[in-house]
């Protein structure tokens, strides 16, 4: 249209200045040169008869009207991206694109084996996965950045009501000692137990730290007294440590499936509970949803079952045909 007085490629420009903090670092992120970048945004802030950033600092900042058009544009760059997708859906699975996200835990050990699935099943379709923080990733799904996501968390409350969620299966929190630990000899600890510990944990305000304080709380375990000796943000890194020796840690069976099989750490067994919480599936219901999201939510969540969160766990010796693989009804102890 005539009439509109800026292009997508100035509205991409504009987010990527807006990203980097500088029009240098947008121009290499684009592969343009720098005068380039600056030809654009001067052009633009003629045909819009407003500045639209404030050159007074070392930073690029965004007037008002430059954060308004911003907050349009994703928009218009978020319609204009999910329109090829659409068009790109009329050859019927055979390319396009599925756009997943998870949050970190899920991320890392979960989504990555049900793309392999879905990838065994559809091999022309190109698959991305962005892994970050509940809140994140729930915004991506709600802006149409993301088709789906599996979070472990819960969403942020402004957007409770533009989102489904379906919760999907239990992740099972284990505690984890290192291999040689005086416990670790003992066939299942008592809660009391846990008062005894040093612990390694993830930082308080993380979901999953959240998540095991309250299921703690429900059996009368008060968190506040478990002594934490360190708090990292990497799950890595807490494995890590607790099987150098430095202290215990709750983290996803999904992610120590191989230290279980190679016998490098301790899965302690507390007497009368478990830890567990459900992984949920988000969706946009407002947004388009691809041929390619519609293959994943029928073809691979159908199919994926709690067994397949840290399966490997209590099977130490999996075969090729591991029933395990296909939907099963999880006993209370899974």
């Not at 835990?105 to 509940?134: N, W």
Request: hydrophobic share 40%.
């Amino acid at each position: 249209m005539s009439d509109v007085p800026f292009t997508l490629d100035q509205l991409r420009i504009l987010k990527a200045i807006a990203a980097e903090g500088s029009f240098k670092r947008a121009a290499d992120s684009l592969y343009v040169s720098q005068p380039a970048i600056s030809l654009q945004v001067q052009n633009l802030e003629r045909q819009l008869d407003v500045p639209l950033f404030d050159r007074g600092g070392r930073r690029a900042t965004l007037t008002e009207a430059g954060h308004l058009l911003l907050s349009y544009g994703e928009k218009i760059l978020s319609l204009c991206q999910e329109t090829c997708r659409a068009i790109e859906d009329l050859q019927n699975l055979q390319g396009g694109t599925l756009i997943v996200g998870a949050s970190q835990t899920t991320g890392t050990y979960l989504m990555p084996r049900m793309i392999g699935r879905f990838r065994q099943k559809y091999p022309d379709v190109a698959v991305q996965l962005h892994v970050h923080s509940t809140r994140r990733t729930a915004w991506s799904v709600a802006n149409g950045q993301i088709d789906l996501a599996l979070i472990g968390g819960e969403l942020p409350p402004e957007l409770q009501d533009s989102l489904t969620v379906e919760p999907y299966i239990e992740d099972e929190l284990a505690l984890i000692l290192p291999k040689f630990h005086p416990l670790a000899g003992r066939e299942q600890i008592d809660r009391e137990d846990l008062y005894q510990l040093q612990f390694i944990a993830l930082d308080s305000q993380s979901t999953i730290r959240k998540v095991i304080d309250q299921v703690l709380s429900r059996y009368d375990i008060d968190p506040r007294r478990l002594k934490i000796e360190m708090e990292l943000n990497s799950i890595e890194a807490i494995k890590n440590t607790v099987q150098s020796g430095l202290g215990a840690a709750f983290v996803s069976t999904s992610a120590i499936e191989k230290e279980l099989q190679m016998g490098m750490l301790h899965r302690a067994r507390i007497e009368g509970m478990t830890v567990k919480r459900m992984l949920s599936v988000i969706v946009n219901p407002n947004r388009y949803q691809s041929k390619a999201a519609e293959a994943f939510s029928r073809d691979i969540l159908p199919r994926f079952s709690s067994a397949d969160v840290g399966r490997h766990s209590e099977n130490p010796n999996p075969t090729a045909s591991d029933h395990s693989l296909l939907p099963t009804h999880p006993s209370p102890e899974s």
